[in-house]
């Protein structure tokens, strides 16, 4: 797929041209504080706000300290440590079974991303083997996963723009999910489910399956509402068309991963390039946009929930219907993994999430690093991007990148 | 701008005709899923204080605390878990490494109070209004994370064993050992149990952790027999192990025989034996050099006392060596153990009785302090008609006769009558011995056995066959053989102690022929060298101590061991030598400062 | 004791329970006397408990002369028939716990066996009721003891 150049726009673009065309000519390689100007804030022409922490145009707890020249933002930098938890310091103190509780609160949205990965890195370095069952339910899991976290993005993304019956909505529905992870693991934003060696548990019943299958069809109707109400809607267009374009050539440099590639055209994604679980057992396209500005972002974010919900009806069809679900771990109270090193990665729905784990024999992990999906987004990219932008579109833009606080300060 | 744009998102104008997604009253209407983990429920009954989910919490939320009304017992360690809802992130991994299942969460959501302090309580415990829910998260057996199945023992088959006297166990091997030993949860609850307290979860750490050196002097801090015991021992602690309850206990006896077996040839090496102590000037005796007599000398050796032990035998060990057959115990394995001890300095007198050979007078005139422990070695007598008929042999003798090296022809047939350890011994002799028909004929039911549950097992397996409420009645000669009339019994009902003792069933009388008969029926202490000594002798004949100090009434004398207690296994033995060793080191002491006296 | 069972004839009731009474008397002295004679401490007291529980039986049959009577006993009462098989031995200065026993059961068997045979002897219905219920008495006595011997000698049987 060629790539598209920053020529090439939608049209009705509100944004200023020249501002356009010289954030095309700026090499992306260059850190933005290198062209840095230094603002006078005593003359009067400039305002400087700070955006957050606490903010309800800010996703989590992340502070943007904005200086305005009227309406338009002139410089941005994001401020992050209000979330930071030490988990991988923590990590380092607990043993490993220790560890599987606490690695689902790196991320709100998406807890079961951080489980699987804990669970893998430990899989692999101890060669352990998880049973087939097992890997099915993970990718249920994960793909449920998905769809509740990117149902309230889309919520979110609306809201952030003044539609806030959208945002509703998708929290609503999102709830729906969350039963389902209630009786499935016992949980409902934390699940402590996916334990190295397995899932902790079967289906509770025979009947789960159509019981996921009656929610998907929900939320396939809370789509197709949604596509009339936000995607046909002129204020949504007006605001989100030519808004945050990141050209294609700054993919690669800032490390952007998910939708946020996908949108400009970079096809990466994790799921198919380098499949694990069961995903090379499935039929799947990976879902490709060109206009990588904040509409196409969030189309694609749509077709991502849409493609989810039948990954989930192929699973749930393919998968073992006996099984079982835990391979046998040794006493995990005094459990020594071998000295190794490991990186695994998934695809998550904000974009690609890794796990870097180090252990050197003991009963303790000796490094574990967290990569989490939106770590570059929220920082160098919202820096770049944010210049020229409107003050009243930062909220948008920002969601649009899909930045998680949690995640990049762990 | 189109217009379809412009009017589209009037389209949300239809949810004001739908129903809402929302619950008017949640915490009525919507109850936890079955599986939600909610709050904390226990069964404290089912509880037994081991600690486990206070060890595997991350947050170290879970206490272990003393509760009023529990008591400290065997096997329950007297606490109760305390979690603090402060610091608990509801994993519910507590629940999945319970041993017992005791440890629950129920599906309650919801606890509003002003008293912040009431969140840190005892789950069971305190009253709670869901403290009887039996929805929410439990235990499954998919999800348990510890691991129930044993290691088992490679032994003889039944059909080889049955033909000779060779060891029966062979013996664990590393890999099995380590893994059998990974399943240890450190609760420390077997420590109570054990009579001698012996240190359990370190050894076990020790052969997981690969360090044999310091397992041997772990176990050598209280038992010196830790090899025969490796073997023989009636395993109180496997009795009450934290994953007995639902599942096999670990295997700690085969354990410890893995740590003595493979370091029997450094051993002198690893415990400092032979290395200079500082001597203390006191002479201790010790009557009989059984299990009690010999742990009792091996300790006032390391406390610098010098000791000498009386035998009547010609060789040490007691009833390990005369009341243990070699498949159980081979005497090589005795020998090596019991020269670990005399390493130490022991002096040893053979073919010495005391109340015979050698008076308890002189004895006690000669020595600073004396210690009893000349075991139970007679044989109950049945008091019935023809029990002195040749050819009724008493079990402990007939044991006797074969740890000595004899292997009588016991001819075909062979009635064992008892229950006990013994019994099993001896009617697993006879099977080596070429009897092909076996039977033991035991007054009550199976479940009333005292002998150990394997050995019964293994008892069944080379053949030999249970009566069970059979008893003899009178034994006569005819020819060459015995004829043995019994009655077959019946459990009565409970009496007023609450037991069911079994009663004569009337016209159920039946005679059989056999070439031999073994009685073992019980044992005995022959305290016959008290005779004419104040040393008091209750009307069981056991010497009569002080429980706490295990003196007699005669300053200086000390007794224990089966001659103290009772026919006892040899465990309990072992833990009266460890203390009394320790109580006559006060005697000498007190003594020893009382003569310092300056008059 | 043939000779002797000969010559018992009972005319009132009052003379049974004399003659009951001096049984009872007759072994709680045997015991005290034994008492004195054994070598071992423990077993004096031993034989000093069972002179005691024989004053008991002896006041307790003075009980019912005054008017009392013998406690109801509900159903029937055990019979181990431990003491049935055993061999007659005599008591001895050295004896042990377990020939105490013995000999204490071999005794209440002879009483309980003179009751029952004089049971049958007598004509008189409120003789033989009585009769009867001395000889359950004594079944009591053996039970009490039977279950000792079960319970502290036969340990492993």
Partial sequence: MKSRKSSDIIENSPMNDSILKKQAAVDPWEPVWAEQKKFDLSSGKYVKIWQGPQHPGVTGNMALELTLEGDVVVESRTHVGYLHRGFEKLMERRKYIQCFPIVCRICVPEPDFNEYLLATAIEELAGIEIPEKAAWIRALVLEMMRVASLTMGLGGQAGAFGLIPIGQWGVAHRDYVLDLFEELTGGRVYHMYIIPGGVRQDFPDKDFPSRVEAVMQKLEKLISDIEKVMFNNSVFKARAKGLGYIPPEWIEPYGITGTTARAAGVPIDVRKDSPYLIYDQLEFEKILGTASDVYERTLLRKEEILNSIRLIRQILKKMPKEGPVRAKLPNVLHWKIPAGETYVRAESGRGEMGYYMVSDGSEYPRRVHVRGASYTHAMALLERLAVGVSIADVAGLMVSLQTCPPEIER | ?599 | MGEELKQLHFDTIDQVLDFAISKEEEARDFYLEWAEKVNNSAIAEVLKEFAGEEQKHKDLILDVKKGGDFRPVAGQVFDLKLGDYFVQIGPDEQMSYQEALQIAIQREIGAQELYKFLQTQSENPRMKELFEKLAREEAKHKLRLEQMFDEDVLTEN
């Fill in chain 2, 1 to 599: 701008m189109s217009l379809k744009d412009t009017l589209s998102p009037f389209y949300a104008w239809k949810r004001a005709l739908e129903k809402p997604f929302t619950i008017k009253k949640p915490v009525e209407e919507r109850e936890g899923a079955p599986r939600y983990r909610g709050f904390h429920v226990n069964d404290i009954e089912k509880c037994i204080g081991c600690g486990t989910c206070e060890e595997i919490c991350q947050n170290e939320a879970i206490d272990m605390v003393p509760v009023d009304f529990i008591h400290v017992e065997k096997g329950d360690s007297g606490l109760r878990p305390q979690i603090d809802y402060g610091r608990c992130c509801w994993c519910a991994l507590c629940v999945d490494v319970c041993p017992t299942g005791s440890l629950g969460m129920s599906n309650d959501y919801i606890w509003a109070t002003p008293n912040a302090e009431e969140w840190v309580f005892k789950p069971g415990v305190d009253d709670n209004p869901w403290k009887d829910d039996d929805k929410g998260y439990r235990r499954t057996d998919e999800a348990w994370l510890l691991d129930p199945k044993l290691t088992p023992m490679p032994v003889m088959e039944p059909d080889v064993r049955k033909h000779t006297f060779d060891e029966m166990a062979y013996g664990y091997e590393v890999v099995m050992a380590v893994e059998e030993a990974s399943r240890c949860l450190e609760c420390g609850i077997c420590i109570d149990a054990c009579p001698t307290h012996m240190d359990i979860p370190a050894y076990i750490k020790a052969i997981r952790e690969n360090r044999l050196e310091d397992g041997l002097k772990l176990l050598y801090d209280t038992n010196p027999f830790s090899e025969s015991c490796g073997r023989v021992c009636t395993a109180h602690c496997q009795d009450v192990c934290a994953l007995g309850h639902n599942g096999e206990p670990i295997a700690i006896r085969w354990l410890k025989r893995y740590i003595t077996d493979n370091t029997a040839d450094r051993r002198n090496e690893i415990l400092g034996i032979g290395q200079p102590l500082p001597q203390k000037e006191e002479h201790v005796a010790v009557i009989g050099g059984g299990p009690a007599g010999l742990t009792a000398a091996f300790y006032l050796r390391n406390y610098g006392y010098k000791v000498t032990v009386f035998e009547k035998h010609d060789k040490l060990g007691g009833m390990l060596r005369y009341g243990i057959p070699e498949y159980r115990l081979p005497k090589a394995t005795l020998d090596r153990e019991i020269q670990t001890i005399l390493d130490t300095g022991v002096e040893v007198k053979y073919n010495i009785e005391v109340g015979k050979d050698v008076s308890f007078k002189e004895i006690r005139e000669k020595y600073d302090a004396v210690f009893i422990s000349v075991g139970a070695q007679i044989g109950t007598q049945m008091p019935i008609e023809g029990s002195d008929t040749p050819g009724v042999l008493s079990g402990v003798e007939f044991l006797d006769r074969i740890a000595e090296g004899e292997r009588p022809d016991l001819g075909e047939r062979v009635i064992v009558v008892g229950g006990g350890n013994t019994a099993m011994d001896v009617c697993r002799s006879s099977v080596r011995l070429g009897a092909k028909d076996v039977y033991v004929y035991y007054r009550r039911t199976e479940a009333e056995m005292p002998a150990n549950v394997e050995e019964i097992e293994e008892a069944k397996e080379e053949g030999v066959k249970f009566e069970f409420l059979t008893a003899p009645t009178k034994i006569s000669k005819e020819g060459d053989k015995l004829k043995i009339e019994c009655i077959r019994m019946q459990l009565g009902e409970p009496d007023a102690t609450g037991r069911r003792r079994p009663m004569p069933i009337e016209g159920s009388e039946f005679t059989i022929l056999a070439d031999t008969c073994i009685m073992a029926i019980g044992q005995k202490v022959d305290s016959s060298l008290a005779e004419g000594t104040e040393v008091k002798v209750t009307r069981w004949g056991t010497f009569e101590v002080d429980p706490d100090t295990l003196q007699t009434n005669v300053p200086g004398v000390f007794a224990g061991g089966d001659c103290e207690l009772g026919p006892d296994d040899a465990i309990h033995a072992i833990a009266d030598g460890k203390k009394a060793a320790y109580f006559i080191d006060k005697y000498l002491v007190k003594r020893h400062d009382l003569k310092a006296e300056p008059k």
